[in-house]
């Protein structure tokens, strides 16, 4: 299981890298990562970035289940599937200078991979900038803007997986420091829960790993079972029935009072 330690290296060093390495590597790069965090939404929308015009519908459309942390989720109209691709056509949608523009209101489908080589190209098959039509300015302001928002999203989404993905390692390590000095008590002092935590676990892996279709009453009534003598076993150690309770001022609690 990658850890969030490992996520984060992983966004350390795509932040890192972000000037020095190509739009595409880092877009691959924010997709692994959204991927891992089960962020749907941001992995189908750059992953859209990515995609070459044309290709089989069938094969298209497995591309982008693969991407959904709950598959349940494809067709879903406000599902992250068609969210990422509406997001898409909005970015994607040419803003011409005029409204009667034959390009405005077209949706630029090519590639980050395209856009980049078209880029260079348009200058080489025009003869220079001086010698392009307005049509194919118009193309070229709309690659460049959609490079520089697709490179924006990436930037924008590593900037808050590493302020999230922090505060969370710093947390996961206090609750990690502190568990091992209550497992280390319970160990100590009532060493049966630390086992009846296992069994707690085992039935629960038990019943996630059972068909959907099937029954897990049995299973998750024994998990609770466990739970149950677990909390009377550290009510116990910590304060044994015989003992009475003590008030705020230190005094014995009479019980039959």
């Not at 877009?27 to 990515?50: F, M, V």
């Not at 599902?79 to 691709?85: L, N, S, V």
Request: glycine share 6%; aromatic share 6%; with cysteine.
């Amino acid at each position: 299981m990658t850890t969030t330690d490992q996520i984060l290296d992983l966004v350390h060093l795509a932040l890192d890298e972000f000037d020095d390495r190509q739009l595409d590597v880092t877009i691959h790069r924010t997709i692994r990562i959204a991927n891992l965090l089960g962020d749907s939404q941001t992995a189908i929308r750059l992953g859209l970035e990515l995609k070459p015009m044309g290709g089989a519908p069938a094969a298209n459309a497995a591309d982008v289940r693969r991407l959904l942390a709950d598959p349940e989720t494809w067709g879903d109209p406000n599902g992250p599937a068609e969210q990422a691709i509406t997001e898409y056509i909005g970015d994607r949608t040419i803003k011409a200078p005029t409204e009667d523009h034959p390009l405005d209101g077209k949706v630029l489908s090519h590639s980050v991979g395209d856009l980049t080589f078209w880029d260079t190209e348009f200058i080489r098959l025009a003869g220079g900038v001086a010698n392009e039509s307005n049509e194919s300015l118009v193309m070229r302001l709309a690659g460049h803007q959609a490079l520089s928002r697709a490179k924006h999203r990436c930037f924008t989404s590593l900037c808050q997986w590493e302020r999230q993905l922090t505060y969370a390692n710093t947390n996961e390590r206090i609750f990690t420091r502190f568990q091992s000095h209550v497992d280390a008590l319970l160990a100590s002092g009532t060493p049966d829960v630390l086992q009846r935590f296992s069994s707690v676990f085992r039935r629960l892996r038990e019943s996630a790993e059972l068909d959907p279709s099937q029954e897990v009453g049995d299973e998750l009534s024994q998990a609770m079972a466990s739970c149950r003598r677990i909390l009377e076993s550290v009510v116990d150690h910590v304060h044994p029935p015989d003992q009475p309770a003590s008030l705020p001022d230190g005094t014995q609690a009479d019980p039959s009072q």
